[in-house]
């Protein structure tokens, strides 16, 4: 793994975020926390989910090893959108200041069920890419499922055309 494509790949995830969040900021307040039974029961659970499960990777990246998700009240996309994008901000000055041997580095850390771990840098953020790929699945489903627009395609090829 190198840094630009570390980057790269932060880009597509920023950016498929933006386009989910679009698609879901057209829900309204009930659709957007209607439990629809998937692992995160709304779409609102399920977005909530992958920023924090990314601001937990990015404490243990930090040195850091939370036991539990923050108490942190994110009731729509807007909230949401705002506390990312910090996030976001922390993230790419993070990985930009690493450089090429940072993002080797190994870092310990414990799981939430205290069992511990260890990655390196470039293996948690590409993690934390996949897994929010992952979910925004779920949420296109959930998204039809009540009967909005999906979004705009949030597929890595899809950004790479971006990039022409």
């Known amino acids: ?6 980057r790269l790949l932060l880009d597509f995830h920023y950016w498929a975020r933006d386009r989910v969040l679009e698609a879901a900021g057209a829900l309204t307040p009930e659709q957007y926390a209607r439990p629809m039974g ?54 790419r000055a993070d990985i930009a200041g690493a450089g ?19 990655s390196t840098v470039w293996q948690i953020v590409t993690h934390v890419v996949n897994h929010a790929t992952y979910h925004r699945g779920q949420v296109t489903t959930m998204l039809r499922q009540l009967g909005a627009a999906p979004g705009a395609s949030t597929d890595l090829i899809a950004y790479y055309r971006t990039l022409r």
């Open 1 to 6: 793994m190198n840094l630009d494509y570390l």
């Open 38 to 91: 998937n692992s995160f029961s709304s779409v609102r659970d399920t977005l909530n989910h992958v920023y924090l499960a990314e601001w937990i990777w990015h404490e243990r990246w930090n040195g850091i090893s939370p036991t539990a998700f923050p108490s942190i009240d994110l009731p729509d996309v807007d909230t949401l959108r705002r506390h990312w994008g910090e996030l976001e901000s922390k993230v």
């Open 100 to 118: 090429e041997a940072g993002i080797a580095r190994v870092v310990p850390y414990a799981l939430l069920s205290g069992a511990a771990g260890e």
